[in-house]
């Protein structure tokens, strides 16, 4: 079940009309960001990290 939130009273008050429009695009930066972090993990445990802390443990 989804339900649809609506900008939050500051994001309208610092962007007006385009409030939603930022929200997305934060939206969109934040899930590129974490596949690219889920991928440098990845990339990381097959070079032999031996845990998920930043930058691994090699």
């Given amino acids: ?3 649809e939130v609506g900008p939050s009273r500051w ?3 610092q962007f007006g009309d385009h ?3 930022v929200r ?3 939206i969109v930066g934040l899930a590129r960001g974490q596949r690219g972090a889920r991928l440098v993990q990845t990339v990381a ?3 032999g990290a031996k845990d998920k802390l ?3 443990s090699m």
């Fill in 1 to 3: 079940m989804t339900s």
């Fill in 11 to 13: 994001a309208v008050e």
């Fill in 19 to 21: 409030a939603a429009e």
């Fill in 24 to 26: 997305r695009h934060v």
């Fill in 45 to 47: 445990e097959s070079a």
């Fill in 54 to 56: 930043p930058y691994g």
